[in-house]
């Protein structure tokens, strides 16, 4: 790479120092520009690897000087600055696209609105345990460009949200995994829930006949876009719901996976976490795992051990008699609606943050069978009261984790659960979710 390629980089977080780290290494010049002020631990990356790098502004004339611009997947592309770099004429890729091409790996890339973190998860420890040099990254833990500088993987397990997916040119995962589409992120796509599918179906768009498209077919919004339109790649479906002949489904409380080989099922009651939703989630990592010619042994091994995400109904403890679980990274109705359907006892819910348009209402079923009590934590919580005030004789406001717990915890007894599942993004109070999440533990314990 010639040295004059010059590469600017908006965003000084995890992908953005990743994307600059390997842009140096193949010889670009590089130029680091955040409008915030950059984390320690970042600007000492910066300056130990002499990278050029501005913070609390963005320089204009210097960024439209860029051959390339990489984007952080949390800047809109509405903003102004992206739409001069735009009209310039200048590209503007995500740190997955600018990395896929620097490494000849066997990509398995994993999206949907739901259940995308404990999919990967899932599908690295069985590519782990199954002896496969493999590494997780991409929405997850460190970032794939970084990975992809320093060391030399066979295999990467990548999650992928909407807006890395927005980002890509050529991009084209071997292996790609759609869990789920619900609306979520609207106020990124327009308010238009088209153009969020659209995004998520891009992790498809550049794949072969050569790929696998691995997706859950009992979801309406990924069902009518296979209807309408056509990828190249070869549909591997998943479902409770029906028996499929090529894929996986479930039957007598048993998944059963069907490929070129031999099929092979897995009892639910074996399985480490449970619930519909981590059903579906083992679907399709045992899936990809199958397409990787893991052996069905490893596979089930794997998902007889399997922790669990952090924030994703973690069980924290039980105090005298009731378990207190922590569900921060449901930030949509979706991911909500999951949780309460796993309830199996009656449950104190711990809901609320900031509003992404929530229509309450979806979850009444659940909350009427399984709710006896709602403890609101979040700055308004009008629209929650408004819907459940009817049906819920116990609605309690709070202003904070340690607040919430409290009341929860007066309200349970002896055999129900605390259940802290948002459905709503964390950042009226708090710093994200896991910040959310760790001062519920934080909490719990001071009990």
Same mark, same amino acid.
């Given at each position: 790479?010639?040295?004059?390629?010059?590469?600017?980089?908006?965003?000084?977080?995890?992908?953005?120092?990743?994307?600059?780290?390997?842009?140096?290494?193949?010889?670009?010049?590089?130029?680091?520009?955040?409008?915030?002020?950059?984390?320690?631990?970042?600007?000492?990356?910066?300056?130990?690897?002499?990278?050029?790098?501005?913070?609390?502004?963005?320089?204009?004339?210097?960024?439209?000087?860029?051959?390339?611009?990489?984007?952080?997947?949390?800047?809109?592309?509405?903003?102004?600055?992206?739409?001069?770099?735009?009209?310039?004429?200048?590209?503007?890729?995500?740190?997955?696209?600018?990395?896929?091409?620097?490494?000849?790996?066997?990509?398995?890339?994993?999206?949907?609105?739901?259940?995308?973190?404990?999919?990967?998860?899932?599908?690295?420890?069985?590519?782990?345990?199954?002896?496969?040099?493999?590494?997780?990254?991409?929405?997850?833990?460190?970032?794939?460009?970084?990975?992809?500088?320093?060391?030399?993987?066979?295999?990467?397990?990548?999650?992928?949200?909407?807006?890395?997916?927005?980002?890509?040119?050529?991009?084209?995962?071997?292996?790609?995994?759609?869990?789920?589409?619900?609306?979520?992120?609207?106020?990124?796509?327009?308010?238009?829930?088209?153009?969020?599918?659209?995004?998520?179906?891009?992790?498809?768009?550049?794949?072969?006949?050569?790929?696998?498209?691995?997706?859950?077919?009992?979801?309406?919004?990924?069902?009518?876009?296979?209807?309408?339109?056509?990828?190249?790649?070869?549909?591997?479906?998943?479902?409770?719901?029906?028996?499929?002949?090529?894929?996986?489904?479930?039957?007598?409380?048993?998944?059963?996976?069907?490929?070129?080989?031999?099929?092979?099922?897995?009892?639910?009651?074996?399985?480490?976490?449970?619930?519909?939703?981590?059903?579906?989630?083992?679907?399709?990592?045992?899936?990809?795992?199958?397409?990787?010619?893991?052996?069905?042994?490893?596979?089930?091994?794997?998902?007889?051990?399997?922790?669990? @995400?952090?924030?994703? $109904?973690? /069980?924290?403890?039980?105090? =005298? !008699?009731? +378990? #207190?679980?922590?569900?921060?990274?449901?930030?949509?109705?979706?991911?909500?609606?999951?949780?309460?359907?796993?309830?199996?006892?009656?449950?104190?819910?711990?809901?609320?943050?900031?509003?992404?348009?929530?229509?309450?209402?979806?979850?009444?079923?659940?909350?009427?069978?399984?709710?006896?009590?709602?403890?609101?934590?979040?700055?308004?919580?009008?629209?929650?009261?408004?819907?459940?005030?009817?049906?819920?004789?116990?609605?309690?406001?709070?202003?904070?984790?340690?607040?919430?717990?409290?009341?929860?915890?007066?309200?349970?007894?002896?055999?129900?659960?605390?259940?802290?599942?948002?459905?709503? @993004?964390?950042?009226? $109070?708090? /710093?994200?979710?896991?910040? =959310? !999440?760790? +001062? #519920?533990?934080?909490?719990?314990?001071?009990?």
């Amino acid at each position: 790479m010639s040295k004059d390629k010059y590469i600017v980089i908006l965003g000084a977080g995890e992908s953005g120092i990743g994307t600059a780290l390997l842009a140096k290494k193949k010889g670009y010049n590089v130029f680091v520009s955040d409008n915030g002020k950059i984390k320690k631990k970042y600007k000492d990356v910066l300056l130990n690897t002499e990278i050029e790098f501005e913070e609390n502004t963005h320089t204009i004339e210097r960024v439209l000087q860029a051959d390339v611009v990489m984007k952080s997947p949390g800047i809109p592309d509405r903003i102004s600055l992206i739409q001069h770099i735009l009209k310039k004429g200048i590209p503007v890729i995500s740190e997955i696209e600018f990395a896929a091409k620097y490494t000849d790996a066997t990509i398995i890339g994993i999206t949907g609105s739901n259940g995308k973190t404990t999919t990967t998860m899932m599908l690295y420890q069985i590519l782990k345990t199954a002896g496969l040099n493999v590494c997780e990254g991409g929405n997850i833990g460190d970032s794939f460009a970084g990975q992809v500088a320093f060391k030399k993987y066979d295999n990467f397990v990548l999650e992928l949200s909407s807006f890395q997916l927005d980002g890509i040119v050529n991009f084209a995962p071997h292996i790609a995994i759609l869990t789920n589409i619900t609306p979520d992120h609207l106020d990124r796509y327009e308010n238009n829930f088209e153009n969020y599918i659209t995004s998520k179906f891009r992790i498809t768009m550049n794949q072969t006949t050569d790929d696998y498209l691995i997706y859950d077919a009992d979801d309406i919004e990924i069902k009518n876009w296979l209807k309408k339109h056509k990828t190249k790649a070869q549909l591997i479906p998943f479902s409770i719901h029906k028996k499929v002949t090529k894929g996986a489904f479930l039957k007598d409380n048993k998944i059963t996976i069907i490929l070129k080989n031999k099929p092979f099922t897995m009892s639910l009651a074996t399985l480490a976490v449970q619930g519909n939703h981590n059903v579906k989630n083992t679907m399709a990592a045992s899936l990809a795992a199958t397409l990787m010619k893991v052996r069905k042994e490893t596979i089930r091994e794997s998902m007889e051990n399997f922790e669990g @995400a952090p924030h994703r $109904l973690e /069980k924290v403890l039980k105090i =005298r !008699g009731v +378990q #207190f679980i922590n569900d921060s990274k449901a930030t949509n109705i979706n991911a909500t609606y999951y949780a309460l359907d796993s309830m199996h006892n009656p449950t104190v819910w711990i809901v609320g943050g900031e509003d992404k348009g929530n229509d309450y209402m979806e979850l009444m079923p659940l909350v009427r069978e399984k709710v006896k009590a709602i403890v609101c934590l979040g700055v308004d919580n009008s629209k929650i009261i408004e819907t459940y005030r009817s049906v819920m004789p116990i609605i309690v406001e709070t202003k904070g984790a340690e607040e919430a717990v409290k009341v929860a915890h007066k309200l349970a007894e002896k055999g129900d659960v605390v259940l802290l599942s948002p459905a709503c @993004a964390s950042f009226d $109070l708090f /710093k994200n979710y896991e910040d =959310r !999440g760790n +001062q #519920f533990k934080e909490a719990i314990l001071k009990l």
